[in-house]
């Protein structure tokens, strides 16, 4: 699969690693001395049980310097989507997969009841705007992992990702992300609430 890591902090640092060991294309984006690092050196991995791994991956910014993915993971922490989300945008095209491991409570949380947007998480509305809806799904990360400097990544404990549509239910496209993710040594579940 072709997947884009916006965020190379420890979730999106260890993610972009494992499914790059795993045979998947995957690119990043990242600035300062993230950006730095991985360009000069690699993304460099410990796993939790000590294996050392040094992936070299395309990193870039800004976004128009990556192509387009078929899986576009988020990985900023909460509070910065909301400004940042705008520079997403090149990287989303029609079939593109949009997958947020991120913390807190989701723009789209209330979007399935047709709900007015959470006001509190997308302020400006540049979320909404810029990520469809349509396109993404939900997340959740069960496991720990630090980066204490840019670009190196060391996995603690958990191997479990859930995914799962929005709105609930089953689909082909949280069966593709989860066979992604559990390729890449995941716990991948696919939940259908």
Do not use: Y
Request: charged share 15%.
């Amino acid at each position: 699969m072709k997947v884009c890591v916006a965020g190379l902090g420890a979730v999106g640092g260890l993610v972009a690693a494992r499914l790059a060991l795993a045979g998947h294309e995957v690119s990043a984006l990242a600035r300062g001395a993230t950006l730095a690092a991985v360009r000069e050196r690699g993304l460099a991995l410990t796993s939790s049980r000590g294996e050392q791994h040094v992936v070299p991956i395309k990193v870039a910014d800004p976004a128009q310097s990556l192509t387009t993915p078929e899986l576009l993971i988020i990985a900023f922490k909460g509070h910065a989507l909301a400004s940042d989300a705008p520079r997403l945008a090149p990287l989303i095209g029609a079939q593109t997969i949009v997958l947020p491991m991120m913390n807190g409570v989701p723009w789209w949380f209330l979007q399935p009841a047709d709900a007015a947007p959470l006001v509190s998480v997308d302020p400006q509305g540049h979320v909404a705007a810029n990520i469809p809806f349509s396109q993404t799904l939900g997340a959740v990360v069960h496991l720990t992992c630090v980066s204490t400097v840019p670009g190196e990544i060391k996995h603690g404990f958990g191997e479990r990702l859930i995914v799962g549509e929005p709105g609930g239910g089953s689909s082909e496209r949280v069966e593709r992300v989860t066979a992604a993710l559990a390729s890449a040594g995941f716990q991948a579940e696919r939940s259908e609430n």
